[in-house]
């Protein structure tokens, strides 16, 4: 079983800048792809950002390109979500997944763990 904390999240202007992090409960999650999603109320989850277990491959939803990056820090058991030039459409509930399986690609990933989420509020 694994644990997995978000913290980082916030009220930020548009253009702003956040760093989610995502801390995990055992040193196992350095073995697993990790992701982030978020999620509006009423609407359905959104992927958002997928980096592979050893950090080599990252991937990306086409609305956040360019503007978010995710990382990992294996020794920390931790991912992070760097989030610049805010919009206000990136407003949502954002969550860290971790999936167990290491998929050969990150797209096929399959997530086992999830967190209870932070919220991300981006005023216009």
């Known amino acids: 079983q694994v644990q997995l904390v978000e913290s980082g999240g916030g009220l930020v202007q548009a253009g702003g800048s956040l760093r989610l992090s995502c801390a995990a409960s055992?040193?196992?999650?350095?073995?697993?792809?990790a992701g982030w999603f978020r999620q509006v109320p009423g609407r359905e989850q959104e992927f958002v950002a997928a980096i592979r277990w050893n950090g080599e491959d990252t991937h990306y939803a086409d609305s956040v390109k360019g503007r978010f990056t995710i990382s990992r820090d294996n020794a920390k058991n931790t991912v992070y979500l760097q989030m610049n030039s805010l919009k206000p459409e990136d407003t949502a509930l954002y969550y860290c997944?971790?999936?167990?399986?290491?998929?050969?690609?990150?797209?096929?990933?399959?997530?086992?763990?999830w967190g209870q989420g932070t919220q991300v509020t981006v005023s216009s």
């Open positions: 055992t040193r196992s999650f350095s073995f697993y792809h």
């Open positions: 997944a971790a999936a167990v399986y290491p998929s050969r690609y990150l797209s096929d990933a399959k997530f086992d763990y």
